[in-house]
């Protein structure tokens, strides 16, 4: 569905070409992506605490890109 999934770095360009639908589906996804690694990492630290940091970023551009629309 999204080119860019595999490595979560999703560009200007990734998100213009995707539907409002799309766009909320992988908002939703990736909080609850964000929400496990959170609760993973106050349990036993994850191997790459800066997974939480991108993940945070992701939302926040599709979230900057939803409320363009």
Known sequence: MVPAAKNRTMKKVDLKGLSVEQLEAQISEEKG????????????????????TESRKVIARLSTELSSR
Do not use: Y
């Not at 992506?33 to 939480?52: G, S, W, Y």
């Open 33 to 52: 992506r964000l929400q496990k690694m959170k609760f993973a990492h106050a349990i036993t630290p994850i191997e790459n605490p800066k997974r939480i």
